[in-house]
């Protein structure tokens, strides 16, 4: 039996969309944007496979995958309850931690 895809809270799944959007919306190919939800769905599957795997951010429960190979993207989540929830899909170029005041929720 396979483990629960992670849950992206509102804010993750809002952010994830504008980044996604906003490489559409530049001279890109769409094989960039192909390229880049590609990364983003595979670091969700390993998050996925191994929840533990990944180092804590600071001194919480929260984790950080990445960045991602190409994109350098970090994926900030943590794991409650047996559920993985993704917090945020994290550029560099944003300040620090400006995702810990997210509420755990769809």
């Known amino acids: 039996m396979s483990k629960p895809d992670p849950i992206l809270v509102k804010a993750a799944n809002i952010e ?7 490489l559409f919306h530049r001279p890109y190919t769409t094989k960039v944007v192909s390229e880049f939800v590609e990364e ?3 670091a969700f599957e ?3 496979d ?3 795997r990944y180092p804590l951010e600071g001194y919480s429960d929260y984790r950080k995958f990445g ?3 190409k994109h350098h993207f970090k994926i900030i989540y943590t794991v409650r309850d047996n559920v993985t929830w993704i917090v945020a899909i994290a550029h560099p170029a944003r300040r620090v931690r400006y995702w810990t005041r ?3 929720r769809r």
């Not at 994830?16 to 906003?22: E, G, I, L, T, V």
Request: proline fraction near 14%; hydrophobic fraction near 30%.
């Open 102 to 104: 997210r509420q755990l």
């Open 50 to 52: 191994h929840p533990d």
């Open 46 to 48: 390993k998050i996925r």
């Open 40 to 42: 983003i769905e595979d």
């Open 16 to 22: 994830f969309n504008r980044w996604a959007d906003f």
């Open 67 to 69: 960045p991602t190979p």
